[in-house]
């Protein structure tokens, strides 16, 4: 049986006994031909702890009578504690049955099929790995104070249950007062022992082969990542095929990108894959209120790790949120260029216009960089594109979780050299001897984290973590696997078509938000009284999540025609000069932070950007000062706030740092070597001002006249595509909210999914649109109603015969 092999292999490494590994068809069972080899004291341990037991009987006899000889106690007590002597028979006999099958296969092979193994499989089947190793524990633990408890009773004359509460009180009298003394000063330090033992628990939890269910089929969107991941498995499994050839083995695999990209799912399908444990490493383990418990709970960690892997030929242990152990805190307490952390209002912040949405994604990452920083308004551009921004700390001013925890954690990583047990390192030292080595131990350290460059350098090194990987978003092929993947699950009405707009139209989706957006889908579709999940299910999930809900408000006439007509200057102006993007939705539906919004997607996968990309985004971002100006005679609204700031920042950045402006040279080189402005003219300062305020002051020069530039040239796209941006403005007053291929048909003259874009090709009704924007206009400057009702489009659909053309300019 199970458990009782286990009762009797003493001196083996605490954890469950190995399992083969996992797999989607559990393997046939696989008997080893011989049993693995005992060392000399796991064998006579036990024999050695009945003899002792068996003369501590005999010395009480002897300390009881001073007229017995101790061979006479001996004679009496092996009649009257002949239990004992069976006992140590017994495992005489065992031990003399694990000989054998150490030595003779067939005779191993019968006794584990033929004798035990329908015990073992019954017991795996009722009880886990994890429940029959505690149960053996528990069994072992209570047998030990059985013993204890019988030998006292023994010695003391007495029942064994009185026995085991009187034998530490005789023990105590017996003892000289100075070793009453160092008991009395142990058990004070064991006091704080086990304090500091108690609080080192926790925040690590053990996964064994039976419990891990996932693979690396589970994992979609991922196959590059996933390919070399498999290699480190390789290593893991069969690590002599590197060490036959003088290389060694990696041990540290650190995955790093943005979060949801499936970087613990990928730690999870390595455990499940090796069939090996899986340790996961809590990130908020090794903060604690006292100094030196983190120190322990590493420490007591990388000793649970080192018994897993001898047991079961390797261990996974994986650490999530990195960042949260892997700095030193010295770069927490600052924020970006080495001022106190804190937040400047975003780029987007405030109830204008959402400027943030229709930016390319690289260009919403600098600018939300960019907002992380503290300072006023007029605070010059940061000295790098990309700001080192590192949030966590450490409570002590320690690296993550404390005091030396970080650096406990490095020694462990490439301190795994120490010979293991007190009686090899200091036993054979005393008699002379070399302790022996270590033995290999397979742990395979990976770690997950957002925020790479808050980790140490040290820990990074070769020799801790060998290998790192970005586990980034999925490309558009990896989006459509994972929209497969978790519409499998469900029942739904989604085509090839349908996935593949999908993954053109969320090209940032991770594995996490598009199993959020699936799930809210079927939430759609069930509060609807439907089963099955649509296209527009998915379509209503997917602005739910990027906006959140609208609020429940309505805008007084003359302002939803502003907003409207606010929110056209911008569509036009994305639809007419920017190729590399797509207008996703339009909205003027209010929400949190915004009166409404124009979203782009990129079309495709693009990883360089070009300065006439830039140009074009501070074109759209520009096209609602210009287009408020123009269509309301030189007024304008609050509601460009945001816009400019993105435009604003995304110059700075053209001119200071890209070579995308007037001139060549950096910015930051030139504010860092104080060697005068570039493209100012001057090398050294004036008498009235710095080199910095010489800088600043050629960079803003040359920054707005570039911005001026470009709203000079927004002004004319949206004069010669004024009825385009009314027409945009009349359909989302009517619908609130378009796609972009309402927006598209609108512009081009034809037929949409829900709006018939033909109608606003009729000369007529866009004489129409004219007169009620002159309307609203006019109650604008007056503060009063509109006095004209908003063109219906029905009316104009049943009589029109417009050809399917553009709206003329």
Not at 190 to 208: A, E, P
Not at 450 to 460: C, G, K, R, V, Y
């Amino acid at each position: 049986m199970t458990i009782v092999d286990d009762l009797g292999s003493p001196g083996q490494p605490e954890g469950p006994p190995p399992e083969p590994p996992a797999a989607h068809v559990p393997p046939p069972e696989k008997v080893e031909p011989r049993r693995r080899k005992m060392s000399l004291w796991d064998r006579g341990k036990l024999l050695l702890l009945f003899v002792v037991a068996f003369l501590v009987i005999v010395w009480s006899q002897v300390a009881d009578n001073p007229l017995i000889t101790f061979a006479d106690a001996f004679r009496i007590e092996t009649v009257e504690s002949q239990w004992l002597l069976w006992l140590a028979g017994l495992e005489l006999l065992r031990q003399l049955h694990y000989f054998v099958s150490e030595r003779w296969s067939a005779y191993h092979v019968f006794w584990t099929r033929k004798v035990f193994g329908g015990t073992d499989r019954a017991l795996k089947k009722r009880f886990s790995d994890w429940t029959r190793f505690r149960l053996a524990r528990v069994i072992k633990i209570a047998l030990l104070v059985v013993l204890i408890a019988l030998v006292a009773g023994a010695a003391l004359g007495t029942s064994p249950f009185l026995a085991i509460f009187q034998a530490p009180a005789l023990i105590w009298q017996a003892l000289p007062f100075i070793l009453q003394l160092a008991f009395a000063f142990f058990f004070i330090a064991f006091q704080f022992i086990g304090l500091f033992w108690l609080l080192s628990r926790g925040g690590v939890d053990t996964y064994y082969p039976d419990d891990i269910k996932t693979r690396f089929s589970d994992v979609w969107g991922q196959d590059h990542v996933v390919q070399r991941i498999r290699e480190n498995i390789m290593f893991l499994e069969k690590p002599d095929e590197i060490e036959a050839k003088g290389g060694y083995v990696p041990g540290g695999l650190l995955l790093w990108g943005p979060p949801g990209t499936g970087k613990t799912l990928m730690a999870e399908a390595v455990a499940g894959e090796t069939g090996k444990p899986y340790v996961f490493v809590d990130p908020g383990a090794f903060i604690n209120m006292f100094m030196g418990v983190g120190i322990l709970k590493v420490k007591s960690l990388f000793r649970k790790l080192r018994k897993l892997s001898l047991r079961y030929g390797g261990v996974i242990v994986f650490f999530d949120e990195a960042d949260a152990l892997g700095n030193r805190g010295s770069l927490a307490v600052t924020g970006p260029g080495g001022g106190p952390r804190g937040f400047a209002p975003p780029p987007f912040h405030g109830t204008g216009c959402h400027g943030f949405s229709y930016l390319s994604r690289d260009t919403q990452s600098m600018l939300f960089r960019q907002s992380m920083r503290t300072g006023s308004a007029a605070a010059p551009p940061v000295e790098e594109p990309r700001s080192r921004f590192v949030m966590g700390g450490a409570m002590n001013g320690g690296g993550g979780g404390g005091m030396g925890t970080l650096q406990a954690l490095l020694t462990e990583l490439s301190g795994l050299k120490k010979p293991r047990g007190l009686l090899n390192r200091w036993g054979r030292r005393a008699l002379g001897m070399r302790p022996k080595p270590p033995p290999k131990y397979r742990i395979l350290v990976m770690m997950a984290t957002n925020m790479p460059e808050s980790l140490d350098e040290a820990l990074l090194r070769p020799g801790r973590i060998d290998r790192i990987y970005r586990v980034g978003y999925p490309s558009k092929a990896g989006r459509i696997r994972t929209y497969q993947g978790y519409l499998d699950k469900v029942p739904h009405e989604i085509t090839d078509e349908h996935l593949d707009k999908l993954a053109t139209i969320t090209p940032y989706a991770t594995g996490a938000t598009i199993k959020d957006l699936v799930n809210e889908a079927l939430i759609t579709a069930i509060r609807d009284g439907r089963e099955v999940i649509t296209y527009r299910d998915l379509m209503k999930a997917k602005q739910l999540k990027e906006l959140g809900p609208p609020e429940d408000v309505e805008y007084i006439e003359r302002e939803r025609h502003a907003v409207a007509v606010h929110e056209g200057c911008h569509a036009v102006v994305a639809f007419r000069v920017r190729e590399h993007m797509e207008i996703d939705l339009a909205t003027i539906e209010k929400g949190s932070d915004y009166l409404g919004m124009v979203a782009s997607i990129p079309p495709e996968d693009q990883f360089t950007r070009w300065r006439s990309e830039y140009e074009a985004d501070i074109l759209v971002s520009l096209a609602s000062l210009a287009g408020e100006r123009m269509f309301f005679d030189g007024d304008s609204s609050s509601g460009v706030s945001g816009d400019l700031e993105s435009a604003t920042t995304v110059a700075s950045f053209m001119e200071g740092f890209w070579g995308m402006g007037s001139t060549v040279s950096s910015y930051s080189s030139a504010r860092r070597l104080e060697v005068g402005s570039p493209g100012g003219g001057k090398g050294a300062p004036g008498k009235d001002g710095s080199t910095e305020e010489v800088i600043r002051r050629a960079l803003a020069d040359r920054i707005e006249d570039h911005l001026g530039g470009l709203l000079d040239k927004a002004a004319e796209i949206l004069a010669e595509n004024r009825s385009a941006v009314l027409a945009i403005a009349h359909a989302l007053e009517t619908h609130k909210t378009l796609t972009g291929e309402d927006v598209e048909a609108v512009l081009t003259g034809r037929q949409g999914p829900t709006i018939d874009g033909r109608v606003y090709a009729d000369p007529d009704f866009l004489a129409q649109l004219e007169e009620y924007h002159a309307a609203a206009a006019g109650a604008h400057r007056a503060h009063a109603p509109v006095r004209l009702a908003l063109p219906a489009i029905r009316e104009r659909e049943e009589g029109s015969s417009a050809a399917a053309t553009p709206p003329p300019a």
